[in-house]
């Protein structure tokens, strides 16, 4: 949590000002008095821990996605070996569609509480539109978990290539598809170059205990360098299907991760990511524990 924030630096009062310059007074101060009652509820003790449940939803979906990758580099898994197949092997347990309820009311309250820190902490304007893309991310995930708790869950891979369609039918859609397929490409770098260099750990509590800072260190090295890995590969997809003007190439995490199979060593290769996104997922679980 950032120092507490100064008046005339928060996104959240720069909006109220606006809305009480051009709004009647009363609906400039309803609007004032529905941010404050907004931020007194995100700062309450008992809903940050709530959100912290979607850290472990998250470690939870990595966990299986990781599982998936490794069944699938030994030539034993059918599933998609991406968010939609991990949810849909969650909700095929016993007591998995409460599971299921469960992760995606933390996700969403997650994602609420980085919407909360993009609109009321005073920080730099790239943390900010970091953590709003958060929210954004956070609140997806909580769908796809409240769609397979329902029954009608989407597959990831399909939903990536319809996306990618839907853009090129557009003139601008190369020029979009490729600027997805950077920003995916850029936060797999950032993600490898956080897990290097243990810059994940400034988002953590110290523990006292030695086996678990050691324990939080490895999984959360290694976790991050495999996901950034994955997500670079999801954004190349995107750019060789815009090059090669076919959406069937955008499949995205499934695509990537079955894309290593192609490659020398690809069984290994994906063994060894699915091992990485596995200690990502078991680093997560960790994170609700000792999150800053």
Known sequence: MSADPGPSSRPADRLERAVRRHAPGSAGRAVERLGDHAEEMSRHPWFQRLARTGHVANGILHLLI??????LALGTSGRSADQSGAIALLAGQPFGMVLAWVCAAGCVLLGLWYLSEALWDRQE???GVKDGGKAVVYVAIGV????????SGQDSGESASS????LMS????????VAVGAGFIAAGAYHVVKGATRRFTRDLEHSSNLTVSRAIRVTGTVGYVAKGIVLALVGL????????HDPQEATGM?????????QPLGPVLLAAVGV??????VYSVMRSRYAA
Not at 276 to 281: H, K, T
């Open 276 to 281: 990485g996104l596995m200690l990502f997922g």
């Open 125 to 127: 304007a790239l943390d």
């Open 163 to 166: 996306f990618s369609a839907a």
């Open 170 to 177: 557009h003139p601008a859609g190369a020029a979009l598809l």
């Open 66 to 71: 990781g599982i998936i990758a490794w069944n």
């Open 144 to 151: 796809l978990f409240a769609m397979a708790a329902l029954g």
């Open 237 to 244: 997809l995107f750019v060789v299907a815009t090059v090669q």
């Open 254 to 262: 499934d695509g990537a991760l079955r894309a290593l199979l192609d």
